[in-house]
C-alpha cells in the first residue's frame, strides 16, 4: 500500500526525506514557497561556492524519484495558503522542514533607513537571478559568520567600490570558516575587527551615510571566546551607502505554534524530529535545530523519512545489489587531505563562477584512498531515528 506525504519545505532537509520516502515506495508532494526548489542550497549559498547547474543535478535526480512540487505555495492563515488541517486530512503523514529563512534585526537605531538590507534578503535576490547593481557603491556588513563572508563577497562580484565587514570580536573569534575570511580579504574586503556597530546615520532623503562604529577590545571569555569591551573612545563612522545585516536568521514557526506544535525561542521542538503531541507530524532540519549546516539538515530528512516510514508500519530497507568488498588497510600509509586551490583573487571576484579549481588525477587518486565508508559506518550520525541499520 502507498501512503501520501505532504513535506512542506523544499529545502535540502525536505528534499532529501522526499527522496528517501520514494524510494520506499511512498508518494510525497514538496511544498515550497519560493519560485524555486533548493532551500538555503539556493537562496544562500551563492552559485561561486556552489554552482547552481550542480544543485539542479542534484535536485533533478530526485525528481525523477516521482516526487510532486507544488511551487509558490505557503501554509498558513492567510488567503490563498493551505492550512495544516487541510493537510492532516489529505495526507497520512507531515514532515515540517521549513528551515531558518526570516531576517533578524540589528537593533541599533537608524535600521529602518533606506539602503539597510538584510542578507537573508540580498542573498534570496540573487538566488532569484536579482543581481542588485553596486557598481560604485560603499557597502557594510555588520557580523563575522559565513553568510557575512557570502554577502561581502558577493558585493564584491557585483560591482562595489569598497566593501567593509564590521565586527564586534576579534577576526579570530569570527564563525565564518578561516579560509572564507582569507579568501574575502584577498578580494579585497576590509575586516574592521573589534568594531561594533552602533547607529546608521542617514542623510535628508533618509537614505544610508554612515555607519557609526565603536572601538572594542577582548573581555572576559564566555562561551569559549572573549567578550567584546567598548574602550570609552568615541564612536567614528564609516562611510557607506548600504548597510547589510548578516546577524543571525530566524524561523517563521509562529503559523505552526498556534495550531499547537510546541517550539521554544522560534524553533519547533521534536524529540527524533517527531511532535510527540500530534502524531503523523514530523519536524527537521533548521526549524527543529536552529541554523546549523546543510548535511545536519540532510541527515535529519533522510532520519524522518525512516520514521514516518515507521510511524505508517512498515521498516523498508534501502539497499542495492552492488556488493562492496571490505576495505584491505594495511597498505594504507597515513597522508594528509589534499587542499583545493582557488581561482586567483583578482580572477575569481569579477563573477559568480565556482572559485574553486579541482583536484588533479593524482590528487583525486590519494583522496578516494581516503574513503571511510560513510554509507557502512555512519549510521551513528542519525540521532534520533534507526541507528544500526538502513
Known amino acids: 500500500m502507498k501512503y501520501d506525504i505532504a513535506i512542506i519545505g523544499g529545502g535540502p532537509s525536505g528534499l532529501s526525506a522526499a527522496y528517501y520516502l520514494q524510494l520506499m515506495g511512498h508518494q510525497t508532494t514538496v511544498f515550497e514557497k519560493r519560485k524555486k526548489l533548493g532551500g538555503m542550497l539556493l537562496y544562500g549559498i551563492p552559485s561561486y561556492r556552489l554552482p547552481r547547474e550542480r544543485l539542479q ?153 554612515a555607519l557609526w562604529v565603536s572601538q572594542q577590545m577582548p573581555g572576559e571569555i564566555r562561551g569559549g571566546r572573549p567578550s567584546p569591551k567598548a574602550i570609552g573612545t568615541d564612536s567614528i563612522p564609516v562611510e557607506c551607502d548600504i548597510v547589510i545585516a548578516a546577524v543571525g536568521q530566524g524561523i517563521e514557526s509562529r503559523y505552526f505554534v498556534e495550531q499547537g506544535i510546541d517550539a521554544k525561542w522560534g524553533v519547533i521542538q521534536a524529540t527524533g524530529w517527531t511532535i510527540q503531541n500530534m502524531p503523523g507530524i514530523f519536524a527537521g532540519g533548521d526549524c527543529a535545530t536552529g541554523p546549523a549546516t546543510v548535511i545536519r539538515a540532510i541527515a535529519a530528512g533522510k532520519v524522518a523519512a525512516a520514521n514516518i516510514d515507521q510511524y505508517l508500519g512498515y521498516n523498508h530497507q534501502i539497499t542495492c545489489d552492488v556488493e562492496i568488498p571490505e576495505p584491505d588497510l594495511s597498505d594504507r600509509t597515513p597522508c594528509g587531505r589534499v587542499n583545493l586551490t582557488e581561482r586567483p583573487a583578482g580572477e575569481r571576484k569579477c563573477d559568480f563562477t565556482l572559485t574553486e579549481c579541482g583536484m588533479s588525477l593524482k590528487e583525486a587518486g590519494q583522496e578516494a584512498r581516503r574513503c571511510l565508508r560513510c554509507d557502512h559506518f555512519g549510521y551513528g550520525n542519525f540521532k534520533g531515528g534507526r541507528t544500526t541499520s538502513w
Open 57 to 209: 543535478d542534484d535536485i533533478n535526480v530526485i525528481l525523477e524519484t516521482g516526487v510532486e512540487v507544488r511551487l509558490e505555495t505557503s501554509v498558513g492563515n492567510d488567503p490563498g495558503q493551505l492550512s495544516l488541517d487541510e493537510l492532516r486530512k489529505e495526507y497520512d503523514a507531515i514532515y515540517i522542514a521549513i528551515g531558518a529563512h526570516s531576517d533578524k534585526k540589528i537593533g541599533i537605531e537608524g535600521e529602518d533607513a533606506g539602503g539597510v538590507i538584510s542578507a537573508v534578503e540580498f542573498l534570496r535576490a540573487i538566488g532569484d537571478g536579482k543581481y542588485p547593481d553596486l557598481t560604485g557603491k560603499k557597502v557594510c556588513v555588520i557580523g563575522g559568520g559565513n553568510v557575512a563572508m557570502d554577502v561581502a563577497r558577493s558585493s564584491v562580484r557585483l560591482g562595489a567600490d569598497k566593501v567593509a565587514v564590521a565586527y564586534r570580536r576579534r577576526k579570530a573569534d569570527m564563525t565564518a570558516l578561516p579560509e572564507e575570511v582569507e579568501s574575502a580579504m584577498a578580494e579585497g574586503v576590509e575586516i574592521m575587527e573589534l568594531y561594533a556597530p552602533e547607529r546608521i546615520e542617514a542623510d535628508e532623503d533618509g537614505q544610508v551615510k
